[in-house]
Nanobody, 121 residues
């Protein structure tokens, strides 16, 4: 089970940190990812990481502004979002991909419920 939290309303240029707590099973063999879905748009890749942070991937649109990380002791994945822009407004979802770090939506078979991020201009 994945539980996402940390969304909210922030002004452009501000920061938020999203959390995704994993429970109920062992996720050590999963790579974890963050995706987002804006109103009227498809869900898109944001960032992905292997547990322990050995490998990370970022979408070009967030590279240099967002940082994905893990806390293995807490079974939690974080997404630190800095220099937020209005176009970052979306529902953010965390997902788990078995055995493979990937930016492809179809490879993720475990999802959290989503947390809304709204960036005002």
């Amino acid at each position: 089970q994945l539980q996402a939290s940390g969304g909210g309303l922030v002004q452009a240029g501000g920061s938020l940190r999203l959390s995704c707590a994993a429970s109920g099973r062992t996720f050590s063999r999963y790579a974890m990812g963050w995706f987002r879905q804006a109103p009227g748009k498809e869900r898109e890749f944001v960032a992905a990481i292997t547990w322990g942070g050995g490998s990370t991937h970022y979408a070009d649109s967030v590279k240099g502004r967002f940082t994905i990380s893990t806390d293995n002791a807490k079974n939690t994945v974080y997404l630190q979002m800095n220099s937020l822009k209005p176009e970052d407004t979306a529902v953010y979802y965390c997902g788990a991909s078995y055995g493979l770090i990937t930016r492809h939506l179809s490879q993720y078979d475990k999802w959290g419920q989503g947390t809304l991020v709204t960036v005002s201009s």
